[in-house]
């Protein structure tokens, strides 16, 4: 077994050594936990014996990340089983193999029918661990996020947007140009309400194609949702529209009900203790300095 912890939630993976682990799940690595008597948020089953839907059963819910597709189905009781293909235009195609995983009701344990004995299988893992722990961290208050992920001075801002935006240029121009800035996450970091009620920003073992795995956290400044324009325009959101640009860039299952409901409350809370901006921008050092004049107000307002 191997244990991991991500955005101070423990993972445990079942069926796996630290050597396959180290090998094949590279991304991890700086969120191995050695030691810990606390029990897991989450635990991964590898090697699991999983019956895959039938060919005529109805997929709950579709959706695609890169070249892959994963697919939804309704498992036993309230559990859900997930299966990755590779997409292909408009259509999916099963893989030779069909890859599965099985949620439980509970969402605390996630089995999966493969072991990890390969890196094309490591990814597919990862997938898998991705989806499972953003159902069962929801639950304790943390939100995947769609974003790239700026740390300077402790404090963090998260740049938000479609892909193709220029989130990732953005947060490159903040650390050519901001002295201390910092990349945090740049792909899919994660937001955490603490008890005190304070809210963390924290690396993952998740960067899309900018390999940036830290284990490492700063609290959230503000948000910033970008969109390409042809001058540089900053303003603050409010209400439904600060809402709204979280919401579209947070990670969620939209067939679960449960994860729905609280995504909407993790998220209604996250809007009163950070800010939203909008920034119309272009990709210069100006637009740069206008999205820094954020984080020098949220520390006025610290000072």
């Known amino acids: 077994m191997v244990r991991f912890k991500i955005a101070d939630h423990i993972i445990d993976i079942e069926g796996v050594t630290s050597q396959e682990a180290a090998q094949f799940l590279p991304s991890f690595a700086p969120f191995i936990l050695d030691k810990s008597a606390s029990p897991p948020l989450l635990k991964v089953v590898v090697g699991a014996q999983i019956e895959a839907p039938s060919p005529l059963a109805l997929p709950l819910e579709q959706f695609s990340r890169n070249s892959f597709a994963y ?49 094309a299988k ?84 998740w960067s899309g ?39 579209q860039s947070a990670a969620i299952l939209r067939s679960n009900s449960e994860h729905r409901q609280e995504l909407f409350q993790n998220i209604s809370k996250i809007i009163t203790l950070a800010p939203t901006y909008s920034l119309k921008c272009l990709p210069n050092r100006d637009a740069v300095l206008l999205s820094h004049s954020i984080l020098e107000l949220y520390e006025d307002k610290a000072n």
């Not at 089983?81 to 439980?104: A, C, D, F, W």
């Not at 801002?157 to 945090?184: D, M, P, Q």
Request: proline share 2%.
């Open 209 to 247: 194609k900018t390999p940036c795995y830290i284990n490492s956290r700063a609290e959230v400044a503000a948000f910033v949702l970008l969109e390409q324009a042809k001058e540089n325009r900053l303003k603050k959101l409010e209400g439904v529209e600060a809402f709204t640009g979280i919401y």
């Open 122 to 205: 490591g990814f597919i893992l990862s997938s898998f661990i991705m989806i499972a722990f953003t159902l069962a961290s929801a639950e304790e208050s943390s939100t995947k996020i769609h974003a790239s992920a700026i740390v300077k001075g402790g404090r963090a801002i998260l740049f938000l947007g479609k892909s193709g935006t220029g989130k990732s240029t953005h947060a490159r121009l903040w650390v050519e140009n901001i002295e201390g800035a910092k990349l945090l996450n740049d792909d899919e970091p994660i937001v955490r309400i603490m008890e005190d009620g304070k809210l963390f920003a924290y690396g993952s073992p």
């Open 71 to 119: 697919t939804i189905f309704k498992g036993e009781g309230h559990s859900l089983i997930v299966e990755i293909g590779r997409k292909n235009g408009s259509t999916i195609q099963t893989l030779k193999k069909r890859y599965l995983m099985h949620l439980s009701k509970e969402r605390g344990v996630a089995e999966c029918n493969f072991l990890l004995d390969s890196a």
